[in-house]
């Protein structure tokens, strides 16, 4: 089991930037591939940011490229997401999630574990 638990999360004004964390506990975090994933009020969920256990490979979801860096730190079992120019439509609940597949974070799709988020809401 790993557990997962975001932080960092707030209220910033339109072209802030903030940093969200997620602290992994469990078993052996730098096994696991992790990503955070955003979904807002009657939307779908989507892929902010992968990365694989390593750190030497990212993925950034379009809405976000070229605003938002994800990083990971394998000996205090945390990842991190720094996103700059926020805007009004990044306004969602921020997850955390975990998986020994990087392909899976990328698509999305079946994860292991997932944390129980953090509300980021940007205000215009």
């Known amino acids: 089991q790993v557990q997962l638990v975001e932080s960092g999360g707030g209220l910033v004004p339109a072209g802030g930037s903030l940093r969200l964390s997620c602290a992994a506990s469990?078993?052996?975090?730098?096994?696991?591939?992790m990503g955070w994933f955003r979904q807002a009020p009657g939307k779908e969920r989507e892929l902010v940011a992968a990365i694989n256990w390593s750190g030497s490979r990212t993925y950034y979801g379009d809405s976000v490229k070229g605003r938002c860096t994800i990083s990971r730190d394998n000996a205090k079992n945390t990842v991190h997401l720094q996103m700059n120019s926020l805007k009004p439509e990044d306004t969602a609940v921020y997850y955390c999630?975990?998986?020994?597949?990087?392909?899976?974070?990328?698509?999305?799709?079946?994860?292991?574990?997932w944390g129980q988020g953090t509300q980021v809401t940007v205000s215009s």
């Open positions: 999630a975990a998986d020994e597949s990087y392909s899976s974070v990328v698509a999305g799709t079946s994860l292991d574990y």
């Open positions: 469990g078993r052996t975090f730098s096994g696991y591939a």
